[in-house]
């Protein structure tokens, strides 16, 4: 692969904007727990003002994955991450978990997310991820149908590709990711489902080395944060600490998911 600039690889910064919807789509009735719900709360409140400082400190851009839900919500953290020249992604409309038994309520909230986003800001996505890791080829047909150009849901390669839809024709951009450069597995702490909460060397460590062979391979690094989680004091110094370790490297090129799909699919053409 080719980056622009004669990069080495392509890092994207991406934060999956839940705020409460994390909690609202594992479990309905956290409706009614003001305690797991404020978790959400920090992340729009507190988190995206303290990330967009510090992605303004590098001039860096990143993709807000965003569910419709919280852009209602919280409109103004929708303008103040425009205003900074950041993406906003689709992220589905309450953080729905994929049910591949029920296409049409997968349609239903792959529309009204997207109705949300253009009610608050104006805007029409280009890009897609699903909520809670996982997707369907349901939600992969109607990220080509209403011509979004990347999904980003998907763990099977470390270089992006080219969906190819069930009657062989070409779909969607896919900008793979993993869970070992996601924050949720190693600061996420739920009271149903306890789990240790890493500390920033630890979880440093697992970043820095994934992104050093992943520059090796000339592939895509692929950050997926939460305002909720990465937006907490000493998580923001991670993120700097990250950041500054992939600049000092030198030669990855720091882009949007719609960037990144785009100068992909200029690469495919060109072959
Ligand atoms: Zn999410």
Same mark, same amino acid.
């Given at each position: 692969m080719i980056w622009p600039n004669k990069a080495k690889c392509a890092v994207m910064l991406t934060f999956d904007f839940d705020a409460e919807t994390l909690w609202l789509s594992r479990d309905p009735?956290? @409706? %009614?727990?003001? !305690?797991?719900?404020? =978790?959400?709360?920090?992340?729009? =409140?507190?988190?995206?003002?303290?990330?967009?400082?510090?992605?303004? $400190?590098?001039?860096? &851009? @990143?993709? +807000? +994955?965003?569910? *419709?839900w919280t852009a209602e919500k919280y409109p103004d953290r929708i303008h103040a991450i425009l205003a900074d020249g950041h993406e906003i992604g689709h992220h589905g409309y309450l953080h729905e978990w994929?049910?591949?038994?029920? &296409? #049409?309520?997968?349609? #239903?909230?792959?529309?009204? !997310?997207?109705?949300?986003? $253009?009610? /608050?800001? *104006?805007?029409?996505?280009?890009?897609?991820?699903?909520p809670a890791g996982e997707t369907s080829s349901n939600l992969i047909s109607l990220i080509r149908e209403y011509g979004l150009v990347y999904d980003s849901s998907l763990m099977n390669d470390v270089y992006p590709y080219r969906?190819?839809?069930? $009657?062989?024709? &070409?779909?969607? /951009?896919?900008?793979?990711?993993?869970?070992?450069?996601?924050? #949720?597995?190693?600061m996420m702490f739920a009271v149903q @489902?306890?789990? =240790?909460?890493?500390?920033?060397d630890d979880i440093f460590a697992t970043w820095r080395d994934e992104f050093d062979a992943i520059r090796q391979m000339g592939a895509l690094y692929n950050l997926v944060m939460?305002? =909720?989680?990465? *937006?907490?004091?000493?998580?923001?110094?991670?993120?700097?600490?990250?950041?500054?370790?992939?600049?000092?490297? *030198?030669?990855?090129?720091?882009?949007? %998911?719609? $960037?990144?799909?785009?100068?992909?699919?200029?690469?495919?053409?060109?072959?």
């Open positions: 009735s956290n @409706a %009614g727990r003001p !305690g797991v719900l404020s =978790q959400g709360i920090y992340g729009a =409140q507190r988190g995206v003002p303290e990330i967009l400082r510090v992605l303004a $400190d590098y001039h860096l &851009p @990143a993709t +807000f +994955f965003t569910p *419709g994929v049910d591949p038994a029920k &296409p #049409a309520e997968e349609r #239903a909230a792959f529309e009204k !997310g997207l109705e949300a986003l $253009d009610r /608050v800001a *104006g805007i029409r996505p280009t890009g897609y991820r699903s969906h190819t839809m069930p $009657d062989g024709t &070409p779909g969607p /951009v896919e900008l793979p990711w993993h869970w070992s450069t996601d924050d #949720a597995p190693h @489902a306890p789990r =240790q909460i890493r500390n920033n939460h305002p =909720q989680f990465t *937006g907490r004091p000493s998580r923001l110094m991670l993120l700097r600490r990250i950041i500054e370790h992939i600049l000092d490297r *030198g030669d990855a090129w720091i882009a949007t %998911g719609h $960037d990144v799909a785009t100068a992909w699919a200029a690469e495919e053409a060109r072959k």
